[in-house]
C-alpha cells in the first residue's frame, strides 16, 4: 500500500526555495515588490514540485479574505436559475473567487438561515435571487456585515445594488404587439406572485398596456396557475377559451416555467397554436418554438444579469462597501421569427 504522502508546509517550501517563510508569503499573496523574477520563477518551481496548496483557513484568518462569494438562489429548479448561476460563476472563476451556492425554494425562514451560514463560512459578499420577504434583513446585513447584489428579484426602494431587466416595459411592448397583430382577448397566464418583484412588475405591465391600448380593466383575465399541478394550467385554459369561444385569443406567460405548463396543457386539450390561441412570454429556452415556429418569446438575457451581478458585487467588496447604492437594468428583446423589438 503506498504511504500518504503528510501536508508540505510553508516551512518546507521556504528551505527548499532558500528563502524566508515572509517572502513565500508576500509570493502567495501577490506582492511582488523588490522581488526578483529569478526569485519568484524559483519559489513557483518548488511550489509546483512539492505540490504544495496553502491552507485557505490561515490565509483567510490572516488576511480577513475568504476568496468565497455566496449565492442565494430562491428556486434552483427553474432554467433561469442554472444560467444565471452559470453567469456568476463564470465572473467569479475569472476574478479569483469561489462560490457558496444555496437553494432556499422560495422560503424566507431558509433564505435567512442560508445567508446566516453563509456569513459564518466568511463569504465576502452574497448575490440573492430573494424571495421578497427578508427586505429588512437583507439591509441590515447590507449595511452591517458584507456588501449584497440583488439579482433579477429587487425592492420598491433602491437601498441595496441590484441588477434587473425591464420588465414592465417589456411587457407592456409585448401586449402592444399582440394588439397590432388584431388581439384583443389577451389573458395573463402568472405563477402565484407573491412577493416576486420581476412578477409583479410583468402584471402591472400587462394590466397597463390593456387599459391604455384596449380600454379594458383586464384584472378578470389574469389566470394564476400551480406549475406542480397541470389541473389548474387545464382548468384555466378551458375557463379563458368558453370565455371567449370562436374568437382571436391570445395567451402572455409570465414566465417559462408557465409557458412550458401552457404549451402542455394546449396540447392536452387538443387545441392548436395559434388557431385556438396565439401565445407568447417571458424566457426563450430553446424549445418553446418546437411547439410552434413562430411563437414570440422574450429574451431576458439571464446570463447578462448573473455577469453584472457578479461584477458588481466584487466592485462593491474592493471599495470596502462605499459609495450609494446602485441601480442596472437590461434590456430584454421580443423575439417575434420575422423581427426583434426590444
Known sequence: MR????????NEVAKAAGVSKTTISRY???????????TKKRIQSVIEELKYRPSNVAKTLKSNKSGMIGVIIADIGSQFSSILLKGIGDVCEAHGYQVMIANVDNDPRKEREYIESLLDNRVEGIIVNTTGYNDDFLVEINETRV??????????????????????????????????????????????????????????????AMKNL?????????????????????????????RYKNKLKAIFTVNGVTLLNV?????????????????CGYEDWGWARLAYSEIPVITQHSYEVGVESAKMLIKRINSKGK???????????????????S
Do not use: W
Not at 384584472?219 to 396557475?225: A, G, K, P, V
Open 3 to 10: 504511504e500518504e504522502r503528510s501536508l508540505i508546509t510553508i
Open 28 to 38: 502567495l499573496n501577490g506582492k511582488f515588490e523588490y522581488m526578483s523574477q529569478d
Open 147 to 208: 456588501p449584497i447584489v440583488l439579482a433579477d428579484r429587487t425592492m420598491k426602494e433602491l437601498k441595496i445594488d441590484s441588477v434587473a431587466t425591464n420588465n414592465y416595459n417589456m411587457t407592456f411592448t409585448t401586449i402592444e404587439y399582440l394588439v397590432e397583430k388584431g388581439y384583443k382577448n389577451i389573458a395573463f397566464f402568472t405563477e402565484p406572485p407573491m412577493k416576486n418583484s420581476a412578477r409583479h412588475l410583468r402584471r402591472q405591465g400587462y394590466l397597463d
Open 214 to 242: 384596449l380600454n379594458v380593466s383586464a384584472e378578470d383575465l389574469i389566470y394564476t396557475i400551480d406549475s406542480t399541478d397541470k389541473k389548474t394550467t387545464i382548468k384555466a385554459i378551458e375557463e379563458f377559451n368558453n
Open 263 to 279: 404549451l402542455q396543457g394546449i396540447q392536452e386539450c387538443h387545441y392548436k397554436i395559434p388557431e385556438d390561441f396565439y401565445v
Open 323 to 341: 459609495g450609494k447604492p446602485k441601480y442596472k437594468e437590461l434590456e430584454a428583446k421580443l423575439v417575434t421569427g420575422s423581427s426583434n423589438k
